[in-house]
């Protein structure tokens, strides 16, 4: 007997399962068209397979120790990258409440009452003539509550927190990437500084040699006072500027230790890169248009939409009716060991229908306010499209042009070279004045630092490609 309930009990969770697994209401997601679908491109429309969340250790391609190091440790100690981690988590714990809805809750409850009952003559007052009745009541019940899903509701809730964690894993590969960006051009910055105070450096050395060949021949007689004042006054221009780049170095270097989380002004100085930075391999003819779908914040910004279209379906199963199932089973008796006890058994079901029917048209702005948001997020993710597709064609050709000035700026630096050393070995002969020397000097100092200034830009702009393309492009 005891068996039969079971199962008719566990035959109607059974059906009520059945149930849930009716229609899902809600629009199907189509991807909105964007420039980028129909846009001429300067690369080839071969499909690109590296996976989305793996833009690749592209920092590697520097060949810099200290490049890694400094990574290594922004990825351990960045704010940014622990707020983007905590968010993940926090969409995690959503998803799986969300998914825990769809599963049936189960509670047990176990009770045990005693009650003292006495009974007697009216105003006997008399304890021996009344009766005293003692009961013990034990009662266990397994309770399940289950919603059938009939709609979908619950299922495009679940399906829109997993698109959600996706959109939150994918922003924290955008900040990781955009971190790494931040590293390197940092390091760049300050490798480019380093290089300009050195030239600078020289540069003071080389005008206090100059200055020693005027005051010599002005001792001599063979040069007025005009050419030592003028040689005195571009010496101390020179040692003007050497300030100036150290304090540009400071500050690039306090910037840096904020992206480590280190204290700004403690961190040991950073190794000089190569003295002669070997420039970036060019930039390959013909990349594949499908890098651009790689990029974290372009994967966010759909997976967002995506969301959003579960979110429109789940406003609209809202509609319609809700079925709840609850179920309990247990037994009750005056003792602790009823199992062999049929009559002690007890159990209870109960299939419960809502359907609303008016709430002032709430539900149905829901849908409508829902369906607007999605536009939006649609309008966002394709301003997203084509900004990433304007950041690519950007850094493409400045590097280019960039690359194109740097053959012009060795020749001026290699020729403005040629004449300082000519003008100095011309004043010492007394054939040339003061003023061609002090301009030589002052033309092959800017081309020099111009020429380092240079380097850095185009090593800049190939970090700010491998961002734009959300890494590097080879396998």
Known sequence: MMLSKNRK?????????????????GPEYKRPSTVADKAEWPFRNKEYTQDANSPGRWWERFDDAATNTLVQKAFEN????????????????????????LLPEVSVDFDRQFTRKSSGP????????????????????????????????????????????????????????????SVINSRLNIATLQK?????????????????????????????PVDVRLARENLAAAQVAEPEIELSLKLAENALA??????????????????????????????????????PDIVEAELKLKSQNETIGESIAKLYPDLTFTGSMGWKSNT?????????????????????????????????????????????????????MREVQDQAVTEDLLRRKLRFAQIRFSEAKS??????????????????????????????ESLAILKGQIWNARVNLFLALGGDWTS
């Open 9 to 25: 009990f566990l035959s109607l969770f059974l059906i009520a399962i059945c149930f849930s697994a009716g229609c899902m209401v």
């Open 78 to 101: 960045n704010y940014d990258v622990k707020i983007a981690a905590a968010k993940v988590l926090q969409a995690e714990a959503n998803f799986k409440i969300a998914g825990g809805k």
């Open 122 to 181: 009216p105003g006997s007052g008399s304890e021996s003539s009344a009766v005293v009745k003692k009961t013990r009541t034990y009662t266990s019940e397994l309770s399940i509550s289950y919603v059938l899903d009939l709609f979908g509701k619950l299922k495009h809730a679940k399906a829109a927190k997993y698109k959600t964690l996706l959109a939150a894993k994918a922003n924290k590969n955008a900040v990781i990437n955009s971190l790494i960006a």
């Open 196 to 224: 300009r105070l050195a030239i600078a450096k020289a540069n003071t050395q080389s005008l206090a040699k100059t200055l020693n060949i005027v005051e010599g021949r002005y001792k001599l007689g063979l040069v007025g």
């Open 258 to 295: 904020e992206l480590l989380v280190a204290q700004p002004g403690k961190s040991e100085p950073l190794e000089a890169m190569t003295a002669d930075l070997p420039l970036p391999q060019a930039v390959p003819v013909g990349l594949p248009a499908t890098l651009l779908q790689r990029r």
């Open 336 to 388: 602790s060991n009823p199992i062999f006890v049929d009559e002690a058994w007890i159990y209870s079901t109960l299939l419960s229908f809502s359907q609303p029917l008016f709430k002032g048209g709430q539900l149905k702005a829901q849908v409508d306010w829902d369906k607007a948001k999605f536009a939006e997020l649609a309008a966002t993710y394709s301003k997203t499209v084509i900004a990433a």
């Open 419 to 448: 004449a300082e050393e000519l003008s100095r070995e011309r004043y010492k002969r007394g054939v040339e004045s003061i003023l061609t020397v002090l301009e030589s000097e002052r033309r092959r100092n800017t081309a020099e």
